[in-house]
């Protein structure tokens, strides 16, 4: 008996009632129809009582071990594939799924979810999971049990037959069952390590999976269920007799928060079916309505993250959650959704009903579901692809019916750029002009801009589908055109009389007037639309467009202060899209150094350089007054930045002044001008309103400041001065955090998505330009406009404004890093003035002497030309090179304020130039290395040439859509448009050049076009190559491939292949084969050219190109590095171009490149190749190794042999049997034992002998037959113990006495023959019979054919046309084969030996004249330099120069680059004091900020600064410097310039020893730092500082964390590299701070993975060391054989 409050325990019975209920849980006898074999639970009023059984003992409710509930996935170790349960064809299927991912176990689905059941006696009990216990699987998605079932499908597989287990044993595999009492449901797993079967089985643990019912093991197949896919994806998995280690599942544990939402997405997908099957019938009520928009408006919520209680879901913002996308996708949410849109329509129902009144219930719904829509798909690629596949079409039907859906279909193509070509054509086109048309609503206008770009970049083939059609004169009506009449503009309406004067029409909108504001918006909307389609040079458009809206039009608009700044703002795009991103305009190159010698002046100043830019056009001389008058009312303004609307217009023009600057419409001095007026700009400090902030940062209350404001005493707002304030601080007033979107490094700032910190702190400055006499009013509005902007600053953190303050923040920073360019060129211009006045100097001076000229180029005055270098880095010679006129500490001081923000890009942006800032010195001398000097008559024609061509390339290039037929040659369907059809009394903006370049121009300037084109690439081919008189290239010419690469010729061609066209084009076609051969004549023997392209490689994996593989084959070429570098990806795309474009042999050729390297094979790439091509099926592997194919094979050789063909199929096979080869040279054995399965060593020796095999297929078998089967790792015992090799030496000596006794080749044929016998021949003869397991192969009665062998090895070695390689096998051959003699005791006849001796000792002798020669030849200057005296002369004289210049200037570039670490250490210091950058970059906080920039990077990877800063982060703990005299007077005066009076000699701190450290205690970590934070000097010799201290400083900063982080991130070999190094720097000494700091870190943390990453880096390593090194293919005499010989000269 019990009573209520009493325990309840395991057994009792009991009734379960509702609160406030009598009625209680029954167990009915009624089954349930959808769940045989289950009942019906209800309520009732009967009595029913339910026993308490217990589930699991509290014991066994532990985290770290598996148990009944558990929910997990299961990761094949080996396949790196989840166990995955989904439907295929109607059918629920089990299966390995693949991923592209590299991260394997990242690509996690919501199907891959199985919940652990452990059975036992009482099908109640759960439990904790034992080895000895029976589990099931329950599939979580669909409640479906894994299960075991027979496997009918024929398909055969390597790994069938091991699966069968036998002739009669069926075959199992995986299935679902929908019922957990199926016997064959139950499994049992099994550990991979010896355990006790009854431990618990830990949660985290790898098993072998065993079915009970069958007694079989789970296998991983190759079997695809969905074969008939391209890339197959689902793979089956078996079950076997045999137990296997390798096959191991990974239990992977699941949070309960991905559980949970799985719940919510199957019961929301429940009720949507419920609700779609509702609104099919007309049978939804009123609050079926409400519950299905609740449910929409959480998932909306749901995918974002948001709370819906507090948030409106049609606007609210966020960035949504990319698994929540995958789940919803995965669970027919989406499907569900778009069911429901189509639930209600009919043949009774159309489409129209919807905008009736009755409709509009279910319109609020189909918004909902396009939100849902809208947010599901939004930055994630699957969901977009599977909406447009799937659905598109049906959303194009609802466009215009006003339920989002043309909203939604622009979000979803305006980010896929893919999806927007496919499914955008001019249909899709003329529905939304009609909807403009019918609506006139900006947005449609809107909605076409966004669909001529994606992510930033113009769509071509969209732009011009949008200018044919809005342009065109039957929807003229739809646009508002503009006109400047009488200095005044107006605007036309929509093809009518009706006009407005804009500046009235902005005046009237500004009032409030709605028709105004709305006429307006439209206006702008199609300004946008314009410039959209004038975007990146989009002709067709500008053409139309550019004589309605002049330059002086815009440009009067655009300065035009009585309109709104965003008007102002579409008119300044309008202008550089239109009329100054176009031709003849051109990108300059910023350094040039390709340099003609006669343009080098005599002397060198800022007034007199001209940088390597154009004059700015007469038309853009008010455009560029205009960028400079605006920008130099900006750096007038406190606050730059405060009012949102002007930050519209402030990007804008930035941006445009960006185009001018890089189209060099700005001369040096300009430039240097704009620099100091950006930099203005960006300072955070500024100069004459000192008074005012001092006011407005006493202000803490708005009402009181009111208040006082009012009663006009300005005494009470003005705070008291601290004591020390004009002491120490720096007279000026901080700009600091006032702009809208200015986020620092301490406050909340912009993340990934681009926006900065809107919210300002109290004390914040505001705008104005009081000063301290100034009345109460201009006061009073300087106070409010600074409490407006900490109003605003109170919103989003991720406001518009921000992320456009930021990017014109970022705009900036590209402008300045374009005149740091500019500014590194004239440094170089002014060192080639040096150089070239003590040349000529030396010159006169050789002449006056003894007028013999025989002086040295080392002798050119080297005395003098350090000190003028120097000169050119120093301020007080000019001052303008420090670009801010203060010695550079403003620039320092702007880069430092930049690198707080939290925008990443602006980040990178900043710490780059401020890296830059300190390495000077270092890059002047890198890039006075790459100058070349063109000084002979034919350089400078090449030169001027090349330039000519170029310059016609790009501008062809960018007029591509003019004369390129993107999709064929088809009649435009737009009507001819003339002045005639024009109405002359309604002003349209159709040009009459419209008509011109739509129609027959296009046919005949396409001719013309290809003709020049081509041209221009023979020139530049040939400029490259040396060729003989039958046209066969010679050599390279690697003066003129680095003349092309200096003058961005490369880069030319790349912008022509990325052109879109018609594929089925023949001139395009030749075009672009013409582009190909010029890029691998321009690569070619060239590893410096290689490199540049290799940045490009993803440009030359297009699917079936022919041409970009045999580009692809160039690029790596005999380029070990390169090579090293390949990916299985690239790999991949090779071998899947084979497999579904057809047997190329440039395919293989590429393969063939990468496995062996100038001669060297690469283990890590054979490995590779040999893995893609074994899971290939026959039609890659074509080898005619059955008797099937074998007589196919002769027929084919018959053919090859009297008509060779590069494209027929042997070729093919030849190739392949070469690549085979490749891939096993080098005693690979890993390759060696793949390859015997597919070339057995018996179908070799039978086709190699037939009396029809070809001498090519001979060479490729007899290669191969080398490298597979005897020169190998491992014995092959059938290759010495069975005849096949004397069969085949039989068939060797005939061969060698028909080409021994012919003389010399005539015919191709005897030409391959004379190759084979020379070379494979010999090889594998040497080979075989040097072998170490060949000894028994010289038994006696062998003895006969070895001597046969010598014999006519010796034969061969007499014949006189022999080549230097040939006649070096033979002679290796015979070599080997006389010490084997001497070593078996075989006997040699006398005559026989002695002629032998005596080819051996010439050979030798003639080695060893022929290697000293080399050896003298290399010995000499590797200048390579021809032609007059003078010439050779110059350019010897730079070389030394440049190997003078690294020598001297080394000590002073270290210098300037160690200063960058003290700026660092102390970077609070250039800020005034009491202000908020100082606060933030004081105690550490800039490295901290560094820090966490780098952690961000790692996931937008930008390896070379990661690397950078971590290199100068280890470089903060190197103390008590090194420098010479000069190197440390440079250190004293850099930081002098940057400290002022702060700066000492030395402190007289502690020394790095640390005697004075006291370690005993952790707690001095704090003090430590504070010491380093609280001093007030900066140290020369930066002896002030210990490495004990800088460590600690770093720990506490983040160092420790970022190093742990760094390791366990996927980071690349070069930042896992540096990333150790850090953390040596950190530990050493044996700081036992640090010590205890990883320490604590590794027992709080996760430690596993870090350990298990060192471990498997550590493996990874051992394994490169032996794989990937590379050795001479022929062993140590191979290295003789890469020496040139004499006979080769």
């Known amino acids: 008996l019990r009573s209520n409050g009493d325990n309840i325990y395991v057994g009792d019975k009991v009734k379960i009632c509702p609160v406030g209920s009598t009625v209680a849980l029954h167990a009915s006898t009624l089954p349930l129809p959808d769940h045989p074999g289950c009942n019906e639970v209800n309520m009732s009023s009967c009595d029913t009582s339910w026993k308490i059984s217990l589930f699991m003992d509290y014991k066994e409710n532990r985290d770290d071990i598996l148990k009944g509930g558990d929910v997990v996935r299961l990761f094949h170790a080996e396949e790196e594939k989840f166990l995955t349960c989904d439907d295929y064809k109607g059918k629920s299927v089990v299966f390995l799924r693949s991923t592209g991912r590299t991260t394997k176990t990242a690509a996690t689905s919501s199907k891959a979810l199985w919940e652990v059941e452990v059975v036992a006696n009482d099908p109640c009990r759960g439990g904790a999971g034992k080895w000895n216990s029976l589990y099931r699987f329950k599939h979580l998605a669909t409640g479906q049990y894994l299960a075991c079932e027979i496997d009918p499908d024929p398909i055969t597989d390597p790994n069938r037959q091991k699966l069968r287990g036998g002739a009669d044993m069926p075959v199992f595999q995986l299935c679902s069952v929908p019922y957990g009492h199926d016997i064959f449901s139950i499994f049992e797993l099994d550990p991979t390590t010896i355990i006790k079967g009854d431990e618990l089985v830990p949660r985290s643990s790898y098993v072998r999976l065993r079915h009970l019912r069958t007694n079989t093991w789970c296998h991983a197949t190759n079997v695809p269920l969905d074969k008939n896919n391209d890339n197959p994806v689902m793979h089956k998995v078996g079950l076997a ?30 009720v949507l079916k419920e609700a779609v099957q509702q609104v099919r019938a007309g049978t939804l009520t009123q609050n079926g309505r409400k519950a299905l928009t609740v449910l929409l408006s959480e998932l909306i919520c ?8 507090t948030r409106d879901v049609m606007n609210v913002q966020g960035k949504p959650n990319r698994d929540r996308q995958k789940l919803i ?46 947010v599901s798909q939004q930055s994630y690629r699957k969901n977009q692809e599977y909406i447009a596949k799937t659905w598109f079409s049906y959303m194009q039907s609802q466009i215009g019916y006003d339920i989002l859906a043309e909203d939604t279909i622009t979000a979803l193509l305006n980010n896929n750029r893919k999806l927007l070509e496919k499914h955008i054509n001019a249909s899709e086109i003329d529905t939304f002009v009609q909807l403009v048309r019918k609506n006139k609503e900006g947005r449609y206008l809107s909605y076409l801009s966004d669909l001529c770009v994606c992510k930033g970049v113009a769509i071509a083939s969209t732009q011009e589908l949008i200018c044919k059609s809005v342009l065109s004169a039957r929807n003229a009506d739809i646009l508002i055109d503009t006109r400047l009449i009488n200095d005044e503009v107006y605007i036309y309406m929509y093809n009518t009389q009706e006009k407005f004067s804009l500046k009235n029409l902005s005046k009237m909108a500004t009032e409030g007037s709605d028709y105004e504001m709305s ?17 990146e040079r989009q002709y067709l458009a500008i053409n139309s467009l550019k004589s309605q809206l002049s330059v002086e039009l815009l440009l009067k608009c655009m300065s035009d202060e009585d309109l709104s700044h965003d008007l102002r703002a579409s008119f300044s795009r309008l202008m550089l899209h239109m009329h100054v991103d176009r031709e003849p305009q051109e990108n300059h190159q910023s350094v040039k150094y390709a340099r003609l010698w006669s343009f080098i002046p005599d002397e060198i100043t800022i007034n007199n350089y001209s940088p390597p830019a154009a004059q700015a056009p007469e038309k853009f001389t008010h455009v560029t007054k205009f960028v400079r008058d605006y920008l130099g009312t900006l750096e007038s303004n406190t606050y730059v930045f405060r009012d949102s609307q002007q930050n519209k217009l402030t990007y804008e023009v930035v941006n445009l002044a960006k185009h001018l600057v890089y189209f060099g419409f700005f001369g040096f001095k300009d430039l240097l001008a704009l620099t100091k007026t950006m930099l203005s700009i960006l300072d955070c400090v500024k100069g004459p309103n000192k008074a005012v902030s001092e006011v407005l940062r006493a202000i803490t209350d708005l009402g009181t400041a009111v208040t006082n404001m009012v009663l006009g005493d300005n005494k009470t707002a003005t705070p008291a001065t601290p004591a020390n304030a004009t002491a120490t601080q720096p007279e000026g007033t901080e700009q600091e955090g006032a702009e809208s979107g200015e986020g620092g490094g301490g406050e909340q700032g912009a993340g990934e998505e681009g926006a900065a910190a809107a919210t300002a702190p109290d004390g914040r400055q505001a705008a104005g330009g009081a000063e301290a006499g100034d009345s109460s009013d201009n006061l009073l509005s300087a106070i409010t406009g600074g409490l407006g902007v900490l109003s605003k600053g109170s919103g989003s953190a991720k406001s518009e404004s921000d992320v456009i303050v930021m990017n014109t923040k970022l705009k900036i920073i590209e402008i300045l890093e374009f005149i740091m360019n500019v500014r590194l060129d004239y440094r170089i211009t002014a060192l080639l003035v040096i150089f070239k006045r003590n040349f000529a100097g030396s010159q006169k001076a050789e002449i006056l002497e003894n007028g013999e000229g025989k002086r040295s180029a080392f002798d050119i005055g080297m005395s003098s030309i350090i000190p003028e270098a120097e000169k050119i880095f120093e ?30 890009n602006l980040v990178s942006g900043a710490l780059q130039l401020l890296l830059r800032h300190f390495s000077q010195r270092k890059e002047v001398l890198h890039a006075f290395k790459q100058v070349q000097l063109l000084v002979s008559q034919s350089d400078v024609e ?15 290039v960018e007029k591509s859509e003019l004369w390129v037929y993107a999709g064929g040659k088809v009649k435009e369907t737009t009507p001819s448009i003339t002045h005639d059809t024009l109405k002359t009394d309604a002003p349209s903006i159709i040009a009459s050049e419209w008509s011109v370049d739509l129609e027959s121009s296009k046919d005949d300037k396409s001719d013309k076009y290809f003709y020049q084109i081509i041209q221009i690439f023979k020139r530049l081919t040939a400029l490259c190559q040396q060729v003989d008189k039958h046209g066969k290239i010679i050599k390279n010419n690697k003066h003129e491939q680095r003349l092309l690469k200096n003058l961005g010729a490369h880069q030319a061609v790349l912008d022509l292949l990325s052109v879109s066209y018609d594929k089925k084009d023949p001139c395009m076609k030749e075009v672009m084969t013409f582009a190909h051969m010029f890029l691998q004549a321009f690569v070619m023997n060239n590893p410096q050219n290689q490199a540049i392209l290799h940045i490009h490689i993803d440009k030359f994996l297009v699917l079936g190109g022919i041409n970009e593989a045999v580009t692809a084959t160039a690029i790596f070429k005999d380029n070990m590095q390169l090579c090293l570098c390949v990916t299985d990806t690239i790999i991949q795309h090779f071998v899947r171009c084979i497999e579904t474009h057809g047997l190329h042999v440039q395919y293989l050729q590429f393969l063939q490149t990468v496995v062996k390297s100038d001669g060297q094979y690469l283990r890590k790439c054979q490995d590779m190749v040999m893995q893609e091509l074994l899971q290939v099926g026959e039609e890659v592997m074509v080898l005619y190794n059955d008797r099937q194919s074998f007589n196919q094979l002769i027929q084919q050789m018959n053919e090859y042999r009297e008509h060779p063909s590069p494209s027929s199929p042997l070729h093919y096979h030849i190739e392949l049997v070469h690549l085979l080869s490749a891939c096993t040279e080098g005693k690979n054995v890993y390759t060696e034992i793949k390859c015997h399965s597919l070339l057995p060593l018996d179908e070799i020796v039978h086709i190699a002998t037939h009396p029809d095999c070809i001498p090519e297929v001979k060479i490729a078998y007899v290669n191969f037959l080398n490298h597979c089967y005897v020169d190998t790792e491992v014995e092959m015992k059938e290759i010495y113990t069975s005849n096949h090799m004397w069969e085949l030496f039989e068939n060797f000596l005939v061969d060698i006495s028909l080409v021994a006794n012919n003389g010399a080749p005539r015919t191709r044929n005897e030409k391959v023959l004379e190759k084979y016998v020379t070379i494979p021949v010999m090889q594998i003869i040497s080979s075989f019979f040097s072998s170490p397991f060949s000894d028994s192969s010289t038994s006696q009665n062998r003895q006969p054919m070895f001597m046969r062998l010598l014999k006519g090895a010796f034969q061969l070695s007499r014949c006189e046309w022999l080549s230097g390689e040939q ?25 026989l030996s002695a002629q032998m001796s005596s080819l051996l000792n010439r050979s030798m002798l003639g080695n060893r004249i022929g290697n000293k020669w080399m050896d003298r030849v290399r010995s000499r200057r590797p200048s390579g330099l021809s032609g007059s005296k003078d010439y050779r002369t110059i350019i010897e004289g730079l070389q030394d120069i440049v190997i003078l210049f690294e020598e001297e200037m080394r000590p002073q570039v270290e210098a300037e680059i160690s200063v960058l670490v003290d700026v660092m250490h102390r970077p609070d210091r250039l800020f005034p004091e009491d202000s908020d950058s100082r606060t933030q970059c004081a105690g550490g906080g800039f490295v901290s900020k560094l820090i966490n920039h780098c952690e961000k990077m790692l996931e937008n990877v930008d390896e070379a600064l990661i690397i950078r800063l971590l290199n100068t982060i280890r470089c903060m703990m190197k103390t008590n410097l090194q420098f010479t005299p000069d190197a440390l007077a440079l250190r004293m005066r850099l930081l002098q310039r940057y400290y002022g009076d702060s700066v000492v000699e030395s402190s007289g701190g502690l020394g790095e020893s640390g005697e004075e450290e006291d370690v005993e205690e952790e707690d001095d970590e704090e003090d430590w730092c504070t010491k380093i934070r609280q001093s007030n000097t900066v140290s020369v010799a930066r002896d002030d500082l210990t490495l004990f201290q800088v460590q600690c400083l770093l720990d506490s900063a983040g160092a420790t964390e970022l190093f742990i982080k760094l390791v366990i991130s996927d980071a690349s070999p070069d930042v896992f590299h540096e990333s150790l190094q850090l953390g040596i720097s950190l530990l050493e000494g044996g700081n036992p701070l640090i010590q205890r700091s990883f320490y604590d870190r590794f027992v709080n943390q996760n430690s596993e993975q870090f350990f298990y990453t060192i471990f498997t880096k550590m493996e990874k390593a051992i394994a490169e ?13 191979s290295q003789n054989h890469n020496k040139p010989r004499v006979d080769d000269m």
């Open 241 to 270: 007799r045999v137990r296997e280690d390798k096959e191991a599942f990974a239990i992977v544990s699941v949070p309960v928060a991905e559980v949970r939402d799985l719940d919510f997405a199957n019961d929301a997908c429940l």
């Open 302 to 309: 749901f995918c974002l993250e948001v709370d819906l209680t």
């Open 329 to 374: 996708r995965e669970q027919d949410i989406l499907k569900q959704v778009f069911e429901l849109l189509k639930a209600p329509f009919n043949k009774d129902t159309p489409m129209e009903s919807l905008l009736e009144k009755k409709m509009a219930p279910f319109r609020s719904i189909c918004r909902l579901c396009y939100r849902m829509i809208k």
């Open 519 to 535: 006429i307006l918006a439209y206006y702008q909307c199609q300004l946008d639309l314009f410039s959209q389609m004038c975007q």
């Open 875 to 904: 301020s007080e010679n000019c001052p303008e090179l420090d670009l801010d006129g203060c010695q550079g500490k403003t620039f320092l001081r702007v880069l430092l304020h930049l690198a707080m923000h939290d925008f990443i």
């Open 942 to 956: 090449n030169y001027t040439q090349i330039r000519s061509d170029l310059d016609k390339l790009r501008l062809m």
């Open 1367 to 1391: 006649k070096f096998h033979i002679e290796h051959c015979i070599k080997a084969l006389s010490e084997i003699a001497n070593e078996r005791k075989i006997i040699i006849t006398s005559e």
């Open 1665 to 1677: 060391i032996k794989s990937c090194h590379a050795v001479a293919t022929t062993d140590v005499t």
